[in-house]
């Protein structure tokens, strides 16, 4: 099993802050996807990160690959109550990707 | 726009009894998944299948079968349910198992073993 810690588990933050999600692995992958999944739905994917230091962003969500491809760090700049979910890191190798624990956001008004 | 489509959505089981889970995908995508989602344990997976006519055991197996019936179909079956295997059930499809691809997700079926 290749294992994705992810942290902070829970997050509850007020609406303009700014935080920082992590995903770390003593695996090597691949590729790394991030998902975000609401209650009573199914993960939706948020951005797939492939190279090593590799940076993506997507409004104000910014995503990055570590150099070494182990772990992975998603940023949200001024959060707003529609970010609120369950965010999950999910790493590839071997045809399988292998998904963390999420971190929990709540975004209040 | 179906996309993944996966059935019941609830169920209620007796220990021992056994069910199937139906999954569909209307994307024409070559590869299927079941995974169960436990809290604090993340999505895990059961078992997949890269291409029609083949079928892989994922992280855990154990207690599940699994039938690609035909490109669109993938479902999974509990032949005796114990209470360890109440969870969320999640069937996805993607182009390809390659890496990269975009896994689609159904909406979840919530099982409960009693």
């Known amino acids: 099993t290749q294992l994705l810690e992810q942290s902070p588990q829970f997050l509850s933050i007020q609406e303009g802050e700014n935080l920082t999600v992590y995903c770390n692995s003593s695996s090597v992958f691949s590729s790394l996807q991030w998902y975000r999944q609401e209650p009573g739905e199914g993960p939706v994917l948020l951005v797939t990160?492939?190279?090593?230091?590799e940076v993506k962003k997507l409004k104000r969500l910014t995503f990055q690959f570590g150099d070494a491809r182990k772990d992975s760090s998603l940023h949200i700049t001024a959060a707003q109550p529609g970010d609120t979910g369950l965010y999950l890191c999910a790493g590839y190798n071997f045809n399988k990707f292998y998904f963390g624990s999420g971190t929990k956001l709540n975004v209040k008004p | 726009n179906a996309g993944v489509t996966q059935t019941p959505k609830f169920q209620v089981l007796k220990t021992g009894q056994s069910m199937t889970l139906q999954c569909a995908q209307d994307m024409n995508h070559n590869s299927m998944y079941w995974y169960r989602q436990d809290p604090g344990m993340g999505l895990r997976l059961i078992y997949y299948?890269?291409?029609?006519?083949?079928?892989d055991k994922g992280e855990v197996p154990n207690g599940y079968n699994v039938s690609r019936l035909n490109k669109r179909e993938f479902s999974l079956r509990l032949e005796s349910a114990a209470p360890s295997q109440t969870s969320v059930y999640f069937c996805?499809?993607?182009?390809?198992?390659?890496?990269?691809?975009?896994?689609?997700f159904g909406e979840g079926s919530w099982l409960t073993v009693v």
């Open positions: 996805a499809s993607s182009e390809s198992v390659f890496s990269g691809n975009t896994i689609y």
């Open positions: 299948s890269a291409s029609e006519g083949t079928t």
């Open positions: 990160v492939v190279t090593g230091g």
